[in-house]
């Protein structure tokens, strides 16, 4: 085993388990850190897979935006540490998610998985590899060129519900 092959399992170890414990733990607090651990860990994955930009992307909005965002509702919600209170719909939940599980792994053990080299030819897979290298950088290109008034309200947006989250928890201290 090499060592890429424990850093993929270690990585993959560590975003199911934080998965997991965001599902099991009480405290949603703690549950929307342990998010945040899952994603971290999967944009490792991807960083193992060459797909830096995705990694970044991954980082930044789910870690950075939304990891955030859960973080500052948990401290705005009374009450957090106690939790949800159990209700009659877990077994439905419980049911429905398992059957959710059945067909998806009927569908992984059902599927031909051939690669993508045997159905495409050389040129037309060439072409899907230029599309793809270029994508990044056209995309970084629309975003500070085209589409940079739109990105900067986006951001000028989510600063001032974070500062108007600020203000509603310093009002609620004595």
Not at 89 to 115: D, H
Not at 155 to 171: C, F, H, P
Request: proline share 2%; glycine share 4%; aromatic share 8%.
């Amino acid at each position: 085993m090499t060592a890429q092959d424990i850093l993929f399992w270690a990585l993959a170890g560590a975003s199911v388990g934080s998965a997991v414990a965001v599902v099991t733990m009480k405290s949603i607090f703690r549950a929307a850190v342990m998010l945040a651990f899952s994603f971290l860990a999967v944009a490792g994955l991807f960083v193992l897979l060459n797909a830096d930009f995705l990694a970044v992307v991954q980082v930044l909005i789910y870690v950075g935006a939304v990891s955030v965002l859960l973080v500052f509702a948990s401290l705005l919600t009374r009450d957090a540490e106690t939790g949800n209170t159990a209700n009659r719909l877990r077994l439905p939940a419980l049911l429905g998610s398992a059957l959710l599980l059945a067909f998806l792994a009927t569908v992984v053990l059902q599927t031909n998985w051939s690669l993508m080299e045997d159905t495409l030819s050389a040129e037309s897979l060439a072409r899907v590899q230029e599309v793809l290298s270029a994508t990044p950088q056209w995309l970084a290109g629309l975003l500070l060129s085209e589409w940079v008034l739109p990105f900067e309200v986006a951001s000028v947006l989510l600063l001032a519900a974070i500062v108007g989250a600020l203000v509603l928890v310093r009002e609620r201290q004595p």
